[in-house]
């Protein structure tokens, strides 16, 4: 009797072990997917922040413009 609560403690502890695996299984490709997603998200920043530049650049050089012309008038 006390060999088969054994061999039940030790498959016991085999299911928790395999179900801790998994779980890190799990997590690590959930965990890449994110780093995936970052990246992109990354790659989008960058080309909005170089849009945004391109536009406060046209704003200067147009706000110098008007001021120009203004001051000849």
Avoid: C, P, W
């Amino acid at each position: 009797m006390e060999k088969l609560d054994l061999t039940e403690l030790h498959q016991y502890f085999n299911d928790l072990s395999l179900s801790i695996r998994e779980t890190g299984d799990k997590t690590s490709s959930s965990l890449l997917a994110v780093q995936g997603e970052l990246g992109s998200l990354n790659a989008t920043l960058h080309t909005t922040n170089y849009l945004l530049i391109g536009i406060l650049i046209m704003n200067a050089i147009l706000l110098f413009l008007v001021l120009f012309k203004n001051n000849r008038k």
